[in-house]
């Protein structure tokens, strides 16, 4: 094997099977995988983020899985210098390793570099989450959708910290945080190499569906019940729990609650491929594609 050191991508929507994918790489080439997965960070979520099995975990070594609190800060720039760190580390052992996950921000983070941003107004940011409070996200969703359209396409649009960011950024300095995330590009010391995953889209729903009911089925209920004390914590705004909080609120039925998971989810897939596939750099294969994929890397790596 050539001595060059690459990072090799996984990219795709939720539930496309990326996890799998992952660890038969990893297996192949002897190393080891960084997860790129915003919500899989956090040790008191289990449930509700689809996290690698006990199975999957010993079946390869995962770094950023159940790695930090909800209660603590965890910043995409956090994450860029922790995981830059990790893959250093690893690239002593290894010629290659596996990045995978959804979160296309905290992706791009690593392989391309956040820019430095301005300050932001803090009495902005107060204010914001004041009125997020009495109105909900709809306010949130409609105010970014005006000031920074191309952010808020981009953007889990369930979760209100993130479409805050963008409202305060723009408040605060009169600037498009979308212009600030593609502006300039960091060279990185090694080679990448990004695999997307996708499938026939009736295919994929079925899959996010079956998931969802999965979920319930391993006491998603329960989880979120015991992390009702912490759902201020930007890390439960998100989809899976941001819907059971509504049905222990009584605003919807249990029922209302698993469609609106299944739908969100839905929605949330939809917009992950747009963000990957704007890419042009990224191979797409098939979940199933596994031989074909090494096959690929095999003159690369």
């Known amino acids: 094997m050539a001595s060059v050191k690459t990072l090799v991508v996984i990219v795709g929507p939720t539930a496309i099977g990326k996890t799998a994918m992952a660890i038969k790489l990893a297996q192949h080439f002897h190393t080891e995988i960084i997860s790129a997965d915003s919500r899989q960070f956090f040790k008191e979520m289990e449930i509700g983020t689809a996290k690698p099995s006990i199975e999957e975990l010993k079946a390869a070594t995962h770094h950023f899985i159940n790695s930090h609190s909800i209660q603590t800060l965890f910043s995409t720039g956090d994450f860029e210098l922790q995981a830059l760190e990790t893959i250093q580390n690893l690239f002593r052992k290894h010629n290659v390793a596996i990045m995978v996950g959804g979160s296309g921000l905290y992706i791009d983070a690593v392989c391309n570099g956040l820019d430095k941003l301005p300050d932001i107004d803090l009495n902005v940011r107060e204010s914001l989450n004041e009125r997020f409070q009495k109105e909900g996200i709809p306010f949130i969703q409609a105010s970014l959708k005006e000031y920074d359209p191309e952010y808020f396409e981009k953007v889990d649009q369930s979760n209100p910290q993130r479409m805050i960011r963008g409202v305060e950024f723009f408040l605060s300095t009169g600037l498009k945080l979308s212009s600030f995330l593609t502006s300039s590009k960091k060279q990185r010391p090694f080679t990448i190499i990004k695999i997307g995953l996708n499938m026939d889209r009736s295919l994929l729903y079925a899959r996010i569906n079956n998931r969802v009911d999965q979920m319930i089925e391993a006491g998603l209920l329960e989880e979120v019940k015991a992390l ?72 690369k790596v």
């Open 228 to 299: 009702r004390p912490f759902r201020k914590y930007n890390a439960l705004n998100t989809v899976g729990y941001s819907e059971i909080f509504d049905y222990m609120d009584g605003s919807v039925s249990l029922k209302e609650a698993v469609d609106k998971i299944k739908q969100n989810t839905r929605r949330f897939a939809k917009r992950q491929l747009t963000w990957f596939r704007r890419d042009e750099t990224t191979t797409w294969f098939e979940p199933n594609q596994t031989q074909e994929v090494i096959e690929y890397l095999k003159d």
